[in-house]
């Protein structure tokens, strides 16, 4: 089972979000990697055949998923990053009308919809309004409409968001599983926490285009000898943080403070090279996205 | 039937379709009860002071009145009324004189009013249209009644359709289907046809209003890009959720208009409804409807008019990214018929008007009124009636526009 990304682009008007993008996607957990702006939902859009892409093709197994048409959708789930309920509906009444809508019979819907509630923690609001659960109920609600019915290709936008750290590593424990059983999952992502020991592989984007695919383990190795541990005096802390890409900090007890940094050479005396993570990497490629990690 | 099932599941628990379908009902009942209060009867009593009674009191009295004159509008009833009009009018002046004794008018001249109009009408100047001067009639031209209106009504589409034989030619054979005698029944007010017609507007607002969200919404909230995703995520929910719409306003427009009609025919009596629409409206009409059947010739265009606006509405619904900018479109289309009426008269307006899926309803101009009138559209030596007319565009349309909007959806693209 494969899902093969072949020379896709995206134009929208003058701006080109996704620029002859080719990937072969394998079962297993993907990130897909970026900042905001890098044309991963542009992307994710266009595999769910949502979005007509100018140029390029997705194919599932060898066939085009236009040609499949509703074969492919049999095997498909999808979480968009931003989506609407129906407010009057209760999460029951939701995920029973997107089972029908998937074709799920009616014993396997219950059975499906009831195991889904329970794991998602879902169980005490199935008779709420949607309408009335918080962002980070509502985003469960839609993680589990996507794995009603239990799709060979799984396409998770921005999932995490407004997840709390613990729904954060259920969610991911979850998906470890159900990737497991010979599935792709394709998570778009800036947090990289979320993909980092789970993701089979990853793939960078940025400005429209995959800079990068590989493992995790692969991928650091990018960054090998660019990340560094030093101290600095807490009072020159924002001396360096001009001059250094800081993307860690902890405060010591003798008024220095550890910094972890992203540099080409070391930049603080006494630095030492630290063991890269994928993190830093992403970093490295999109410094201008960290205060959204920080604020992450 | 489970996606159908859950699909009415959903739109059932949106409030405003509660809203719509009560005010639905509501007006139902408020329009068809106001005609009846409109209802007058004055009068003098002994003291000589005018009094007006309204309502049933009123309706009661003047079907009393024309009691005598009710069944088969046979020539001699005919030949009779105009005996005493001309009796009184010798005596009296005018009716329309301040000095016609108001008691003699009830008396003697509202129990024939509808023959005097029938009279007038058929007996108009073939030339100019002007009513007939009843006083130069004899009882002869009264015993010919029925040869006049045919001859009425070849005159009268010489003038209005001069250069269109065929338009004169099918006129003379839809009123050759006509039954006579015409058959009149006091009791009926025309203003229910009017407020029928009203409440039929109203009823395509509110499903056009209703109807603007099915799919647009949809869009605007990006509910839709989950659903596209899905096996039966995009035709058949299509299909499904227009027939779901379609099954709410059938449901809705049979209650209306039904509760409309059922409590016209109770306020104003079972009798009245035999009455020939020749009787109440021109006696020259082309449909051979009483006016019972007319009411349901008017409600049933008026759903077909309704079914048509809904799908309309539901194929720009499935274009439109909003819901807002949908429900403008729908109410426009609504009225656009009103407009082009008010606007234009001509042919082109007049083709214009009837293709329009709304083009059955409207204020002024309308598929019941049309039945009254002699409209022909023309299209190159061939002319169609005008009710005939939008019945047709109505029967392709309905399909049309059902298939247009599951293959709009169907191909809806995010943008």
Not at chain 1, 116 to 139: F, H, N, P, Q, Y
Not at chain 2, 198 to 220: G, H, K, N, R, T
Not at chain 2, 311 to 337: E, K, N, Q
Not at chain 2, 359 to 380: A, I, M, Q, R
Request: hydrophobic share 40%; with cysteine.
């Amino acid at each position: 089972m494969e899902l093969i990304i072949d020379d896709l682009s995206k134009k929208f008007k003058d701006k080109e979000a996704v620029s002859h993008v080719s990937l072969k996607l394998t079962p297993g957990v993907w990130g897909l990697l970026g900042a905001n702006g890098a044309g991963k939902t542009t992307l994710m859009r266009m595999l769910g055949g949502t979005l007509k892409p100018t140029g390029g093709r997705v194919l599932y197994d060898g066939i085009s998923i236009q040609v499949l048409g509703e074969k492919y959708r049999d095997i498909f789930g999808y979480l968009p990053q931003e989506f609407g309920f129906y407010p009057e509906f209760t999460v029951r009444d939701y995920l029973e009308y997107m089972a029908v809508l998937k074709g799920l019979p009616k014993r396997r819907s219950k059975e499906k919809i009831e195991e889904l509630l329970e794991r998602m923690t879902l169980s005490d609001v199935r008779k709420k309004k949607i309408a009335k659960l918080s962002g980070g109920m509502k985003r469960r609600v839609g993680i589990a409409q996507a794995l009603l019915n239990e799709p060979e290709v799984l396409i998770l936008d921005e999932p995490t968001s407004g997840l709390d750290p613990g729904e954060r590593v259920r969610f991911r424990n979850l998906l470890s599983e159900f990737a497991s059983h010979d599935r792709i999952v394709l998570i778009s992502t800036h947090i990289v926490s979320d993909v980092e020991y789970i993701a089979t592989c990853n793939a960078v984007m940025k400005g429209g285009k995959i800079q990068a695919v590989g493992t995790t383990e692969e991928l650091v190795t990018l960054v090998n000898g660019k990340v560094w541990n030093g101290t600095i005096p807490a009072g020159q802390l924002a001396e360096y943080e001009n001059r250094l890409q800081i993307v860690n900090l902890r405060n010591e007890a003798d008024g220095r403070i550890s910094v972890r940094y992203l540099a080409e050479k070391p930049g603080i005396e006494d630095s030492v090279p630290a063991v890269p993570r994928l993190e830093d990497l992403y970093l490295w490629m999109f410094p201008e996205s960290r205060f959204d990690k920080e604020a992450d | 039937m489970r996606l159908l099932k859950l699909e009415f599941k959903r739109i059932l628990k949106t409030r405003s379709t509660w809203v719509f379908l009560g005010a639905a009902l509501l007006l139902s009942v408020l329009m068809a009860y106001i005609p009846r209060t409109f209802v007058q009867y004055s009068y003098m009593d002994d003291s000589g002071k005018q009094i007006t009674v309204s309502g049933s009191r009123a309706m009661e009295i003047i079907n009393e009145k024309q009691a005598p004159y009710a069944g088969e509008v046979t020539p001699d009833k005919v030949q009779t009324a105009l005996e005493t009009y001309q009796a009184c009018i010798a005596e009296y002046g005018p009716t329309n004189s301040e000095d016609f004794p108001l008691n003699v008018y009830n008396e003697k001249i509202l129990p024939i009013q509808p023959y005097i109009h029938l009279l007038r009408e058929v007996y108009a100047d073939s030339r100019t249209g002007t009513a007939a001067d009843l006083m130069k009639l004899g009882p002869e031209d009264a015993g010919r009644i029925y040869e006049q209106c045919r001859e009425h009504l070849d005159s009268l589409m010489k003038m209005e359709q001069k250069d269109y034989p065929d338009a004169q030619n099918k006129a003379a054979a839809y009123f050759a289907k006509v039954e006579q005698p015409y058959e009149y029944y006091p009791g009926y007010n025309k203003d229910a046809t009017d407020y029928l017609v009203l409440y039929l507007l109203l009823l395509e607002f509110i499903c056009v209003l209703l109807a603007a969200p099915v799919f647009s919404s949809d869009y605007q909230t990006k509910a839709d890009d989950i659903q596209r995703c899905t096996r039966h995520g995009r035709i058949r929910l299509a299909a499904v959720r227009t027939a779901v719409m379609l099954i709410l306003a059938s449901v809705i427009v049979a209650a209306g208009s039904g509760i409309f009609l059922l409590l016209t025919r109770a306020l104003f009596g079972e009798e009245c409804m035999g009455s020939s629409m020749q009787m109440l409206y021109s006696a020259v009409s082309l449909s051979n409807l009483d006016l019972w059947h007319l009411l349901l010739a008017g409600a049933g265009t008026g759903f077909l008019t309704i079914t048509a606006a809904v799908l309309c509405t539901l194929m720009i619904s499935s274009r439109c990214r909003s819901v807002t900018v949908t429900a403008i479109f729908g109410m426009v289309l609504c009225l656009l018929p009103v407009i082009i009426g008010q606007v234009g008269s001509g042919n082109l307006a007049g083709w214009i008007r009837c293709i329009l899926p709304t083009g059955g309803l409207g204020l002024g101009n309308c598929f019941l009124y049309e039945l009254f009138d002699f409209k022909f559209l023309h299209l190159g030596g061939r002319s169609f009636w005008v009710p005939h007319a939008m019945l047709a565009a109505l029967a392709v349309e309905i399909p049309l526009f059902w298939g247009l909007t599951v293959c709009f959806y169907n191909r809806h693209m995010a943008k």
